[in-house]
Every structure is written in structure tokens, then in C-alpha cells.
């Protein structure tokens, strides 16, 4: 095999618990992740030597094309994990929004993960791709899962649940927001308050997704990481409230921000509430959820 192509699915957190900073430097988590058909494409390609190319319709300047790029990161991991004797050049088509709190350089390098491991053969195990997810980013694993999924500690330890679909209108922000400045807000706006995450997502949740019921889910959705973010990027308000007066079910904050993800009651709703947020100047895009976890595609 002289290339092959892996798409990998961006994220929203339907639910995002966030409890105290262990001695690792780590929040524990309790989230409700669903993947969003929001695609990243990683294009791998048998070279002497890695390389990285990112191309695509979201801003990408502030996207590291050296060793600090987790795709890199992730086709070295795997080189290691698999004594491989060669490199690879990869070629990045990103659709997720960059620094906006749906996990897109995670989805790039679940990307990679299932890209070098299906171009060199490695025959690593399912588990040991996890592991190796783990490793790179708490968000790493759930992009190579994808669906629903309940994530704690770093987020890294998922459990899947079922999900009906649900549709979404999600606008990105021209801001980046860094999530390690914005766990870092949450902690001083918090003081020493943090409170304990909860054992287990809301039955309520739990119960919207598994019958499909958009404004039963819509009460359920909740951000810890929304207020901080939205002290970083005061914008944030005027985009929930612009969405909300449309006619949206419900609006938030995805993950640590500033993307604005909105809910809508079926897919008629969708393109209405889009074509109003368009009019209204802000850009934005329709999203399905749940979509599967990073996997091949024909070229
Ligand atoms: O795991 P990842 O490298 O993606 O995390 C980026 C940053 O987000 C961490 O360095 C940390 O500041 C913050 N973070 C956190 N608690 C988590 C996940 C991420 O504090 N559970």
C-alpha cells in the first residue's frame, strides 16, 4: 500500500463536568462526548522522510508544522510502537475549526494513528492504538471512537451510550481560544471551589439521546468550561443570544471554546436556523450527530 486516506470526526461535549486539578496538572472529567460528521482528512503516503502539509476552509495559521503537530506526533508514536523502519508524508484537509474546543488537532492525530497503522501493516491492537491515543491528548481516543461516549479522568476513559441523531448548526469563531489558558481560568475564577464531578451523566441526558428527543436534550446540555471561556472571548454571548432569538432549541459553548454549537428540533429546522445565522453575518455550518470515530476511506 502506497497511501492511504482516514477521516476523523470533530467533537462537541454535550455534557463537560469539570473537577479539581490532580497532581498531575490534569481537571478529572466527567464528559458526555458526541462526534460531529464535521470531517478532518489525513491522507498518509510512504516517504523516506515525515513530512506535514495542512490545507483547508478554517483558518490554519496557528497550526504547528513541526515535531509540536500531534499527526506528527501520533505517526511517530506508532512508528515506535512498531519497530517500522520508515517515515511517512501526511497530508491534512481540515474541516474542524482550529483552537475552537472541537478537538480537531486530536481528530488529526486519531487520524494518523489509523492511517500509519493500516499503511505500514503494524497489526498493533485496538487497546494498544488506545493507549497510544491516550498519550497524545486526553481527546485523542474519543476522536478514534467517535459516536457517544461517556469520558472520565482526563477524559480519556470512555463507555459508550446510545444516540438517536441529533442536528446541530455549530459556529466557529475567527478567535482561538488555548484550553490550557482556559482550565486555567476556570481554576482562578473558582478559587479553591472546585466542586467533585458527578458519579454518572444525568438520567435526563442519557434518556434524550436514546430517544432522539431534541428538546428534552436541550435542558440537559451543560459546560463547566462556558463561563471561563467566555471571560477569553467576550464575543461568545452576543453569537448564544443571536442563535437563541432564531429560534435555536438551546446554544453553548463546545469544549473549552469559543466555537458556539446550536441546537436544532429536526433537519427543516437546521437549514432555517442556519440560513438565519448566515443572515445575520455569522458564519457557521450544519452538523450531524453522533458520526463514527476516525476510519479508512477509499481514495
Ligand atoms: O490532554 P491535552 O494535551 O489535550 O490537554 C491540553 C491541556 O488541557 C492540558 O495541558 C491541561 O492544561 C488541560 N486539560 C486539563 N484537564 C483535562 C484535559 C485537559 O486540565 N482533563
Known sequence: MASVTVRAPGKINLALHVGPRDDSGYHELLSVFQAVDVWETLTAEDAAEFSLEVVGDVVTDDIPLDENNLALQAARAVQKASGYDGAAALHITKRVPVGGGMAGGSADAAAALVALDALWETGLSRERLLDLAAELGSDVPFCLEGHTQIGRGRGHLLEPVSSRPFHWVIAPSTLHLSTPLVYSTLDEQRGDAAPEVPGAPSPGLLEALAYGDAVALAGELVNDLATPAVSLAPGIPTVLDTGLSLGALAGMVSGSGPTCVFLAEDAAHQTSL?????????????????????????D
Open 274 to 298: 442556519l440560513e438565519g445565522l448566515t443572515g445575520e453575518g455569522v458564519y457557521a455550518l450544519a452538523a450531524t450527530s453522533p458520526a463514527q470515530g476516525a476510519h479508512l476511506v477509499q
